[in-house]
């Protein structure tokens, strides 16, 4: 079975600095990874995703993500964050192979002050 | 082209009332995969179907049961209901060969009072 750890439940930061999301996993077989937004009163945006290949994967806003293996990790990063960012994130993992079943961590609240 | 759509936007229901919510998948896409996100959670898979057919399910009751259509549409029926099942409920969908490439709807809440 898998597991999601997000590490934290809120982050605050002033806008144009930069934020990491921890995201932990714990799985006994290969995974993928996906990192998902949800902005209020919405369903869940696709922000990026690690199927394999580079272990560093980007979105078109900004964001980043790196996958460690070593660590079970797959934190995402901005290096300047806007008020706009301000939503719930929630980290993904899936077993490798065409499942589809997705086990989500408990979400990070980002909180962008101006 | 439309994405993922759900139908009702919001619900309000009696305890052992029966529900039922719908799903459109994104075009092109034929798999259709339901969570349920309690307040302040991530989302838990309950059920995945694809050729009509549930093809994994999560730690869901018998309560829980669905139906996907020819044109791939689906619907989520959840029997009994108990004030716990009061949540946002969220479809999404994918391509039978991507299943783990996932895009969501913006959810259905219900409410149970």
């Known amino acids: 079975a898998q597991s999601v750890t997000q590490l934290d439940s809120q982050v605050p930061v002033f806008e144009e600095a930069p934020v990491e999301l921890r995201c932990n996993y714990s799985s006994s077989v290969s995974v993928y990874l996906f990192w998902y937004v949800q902005y209020p009163n919405q369903g869940l945006q696709l922000l990026l995703k690690?199927?394999?290949?580079?272990?560093l994967v980007e979105s078109i806003n900004g964001f980043e993500a790196e996958f460690n293996k070593s660590q079970t990790s797959f934190h995402l990063r901005k290096p300047s964050v806007h008020i706009s960012d301000t939503a719930e994130y929630f980290c993904?993992?899936?077993?490798?192979?065409?499942?589809?079943?997705?086990?989500f961590g408990q979400g990070t609240t980002l909180q962008v002050k101006p | 082209d439309a994405g993922v759509t759900q139908s009702p936007t919001h619900l309000i229901k009696t305890r052992g009332q029966q529900v039922t919510l719908r799903c459109s998948p994104k075009s092109g896409h034929d798999t259709v995969s339901w969570y349920q996100q309690a307040l302040g959670q991530g989302p838990q898979f309950i059920f995945q179907y694809y050729e009509e057919e549930e093809r994994q399910r999560g730690n869901f009751p018998d309560r829980f049961s669905g139906h996907q259509f020819p044109n791939y549409s689906s619907e989520l029926n959840v029997n009994a209901l108990l004030l716990g099942d009061s949540a946002l409920y969220l479809c999404?969908?994918?391509?039978?060969?991507?299943?783990?490439?996932?895009?969501f709807g913006a959810g259905t809440r219900l409410s149970v009072l």
């Open positions: 993904a993992v899936s077993r490798m192979g065409n499942t589809g079943k997705l086990i």
């Open positions: 999404a969908s994918s391509s039978g060969t991507h299943k783990n490439i996932q895009y």
């Open positions: 690690y199927l394999s290949g580079s272990t």
